[in-house]
């Protein structure tokens, strides 16, 4: 398995909660290795270029709205397979499926306000940290 670099954001319901810590110190714990980080207000087009991939869902306007209404916390991670083991780190989407000692089931209990974003895959990891860190990372 090779050394992989993932992007994760802390949301703006986690940022407002004060969890960003908690999160860093998670992936810290597990041994994964810190490569870019800040704290940001999304301009609209950014957000709609993250999600664009649910730009057709009905939840897409409330979805963009949400990743605007207050600051975020961008972070690029690198670890051994760390795109798959940040998803389960997070936790399921729908809060319902979400394990209680994942971040999500411990933070979150809506499916909007789910205080994380990790990426999905290779693809999307690649897509996302360009999207967001273009070549500001360490
Ligand atoms: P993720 O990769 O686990 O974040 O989930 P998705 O890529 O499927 O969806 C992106 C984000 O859209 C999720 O984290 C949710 O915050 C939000 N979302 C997904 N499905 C729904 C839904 O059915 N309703 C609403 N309001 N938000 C949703
Ligand atoms: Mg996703």
Redesign the pocket.
């Known amino acids: 398995m090779a050394i992989e670099r993932t992007f994760l954001m802390v949301k703006p319901d986690g940022v407002k909660r004060q969890v960003v810590g908690d999160i860093i110190d998670r992936f810290e714990r597990r041994g994964f290795v810190m490569r870019g980080a800040k704290l940001m207000n999304v301009p609209r087009e950014l957000a709609e270029k993250h999600?664009e991939?649910?730009k057709d869902?009905p939840?897409f306007g409330?979805?963009v709205d949400?990743i605007t209404s207050g600051p975020v916390f961008a972070m690029v991670w690198e670890g051994e397979n760390i795109i798959k083991l940040a998803r389960v780190m997070?936790g399921?989407?729908k809060p319902e499926e979400a394990q209680p000692g994942t971040i999500r089931g411990d933070y979150a209990v809506t499916?909007?306000?789910?205080v994380i974003?990790?990426s999905?895959s290779p693809a999307s990891a690649e897509r996302e940290i360009n999207l967001w860190f273009n070549n500001e990372i360490v």
């Open positions: 999600y991939e649910h869902k939840f409330e979805l949400f997070m399921a989407t499916i909007s306000e789910n974003h990790g999905d």
